[in-house]
């Protein structure tokens, strides 16, 4: 199975700031990568697909880049509602995986 | 509007069997692969099993394989995975998730997902 690794497990910011999140693969999987948004107790959220493709209807702050191993998911501004926990998933075989989670906590 | 949503969910013993259920509308269900994802108290997001829209090809992960079974019924628009051997780590929250485009292949990332339903394994 492909493993995938997200950095930090947590991160502390404020409103306005500008956030990343590093998702590493543990071999390639080209651009087949895909982000997720979720709240407690709530469903995941689809934010980015192919690496850096934004889903319809998400805001244009988010933004996604990388191929091969390394990816980041990049929030320019950070606003109110973006306090969150963020997952990757890679898709490029079976058995689709997900990193571990980065929660965003307000600083 | 798409909807997902799940049922089934309940208290069972280790070694008891539950069969979930996700009831599906506002898209043609046939032309989409579906699949179940968990989420274990506290925890990430684990795929579990997956199958597809038009044959109805079907995949595990191995924490699950030879215990589980995905199903779908196109005339009900309904997914099913029947839990057999359950153990204490299954406990989780099971979501069921659609793939984001219409193919008879796999896609493998998940634009909608239903509310979840609890699985507890427990004495």
């Known amino acids: 199975d492909i493993q995938m690794t997200q950095s930090p497990s947590t991160l502390s910011a404020s409103v306005g700031d500008r956030v990343t999140i590093t998702c590493r693969a543990s071999q390639s999987i080209s651009s087949w990568l895909a982000w997720y948004q979720q709240k407690p107790g709530k469903a995941p959220n689809l934010l980015i697909y192919?690496?850096?493709s934004l889903e319809s209807g998400v805001p244009s702050r988010f933004s996604g880049s990388g191929s091969g191993t390394e990816f980041t998911l990049t929030i320019s501004s950070l606003q109110p509602d973006d306090f969150a926990t963020y997952y990757c998933q890679q898709y490029r075989s079976f058995t689709w995986t997900f990193g571990q989670g980065t929660k965003v906590e307000i600083k | 509007e798409v909807q997902l949503l799940e049922s089934g969910g309940g208290l069972v013993q280790p070694g008891g069997s539950l069969r979930l259920s996700c009831a599906a509308s506002g898209f043609t269900f046939s032309s989409f692969a579906m699949s179940w994802v968990r989420q274990a108290p506290g925890k990430g997001l684990e795929w579990v099993s997956g199958?597809?829209?038009?044959?109805?090809?079907?995949y595990y992960a191995d924490s699950v394989k030879g215990r589980f079974t995905i199903s779908r019924s196109n005339s009900m628009n309904t997914l099913y995975l029947q839990m057999n051997s359950l153990r204490a780590e299954d406990t989780a929250v099971y979501y069921c998730a659609k793939d984001r485009v219409s193919s008879t292949s796999w896609i493998g990332y998940f634009d909608y997902w239903g509310q979840g339903t609890q699985v507890t394994v427990s004495s």
């Open positions: 199958i597809r829209g038009n044959d109805g090809s079907t």
């Open positions: 192919k690496a850096s």
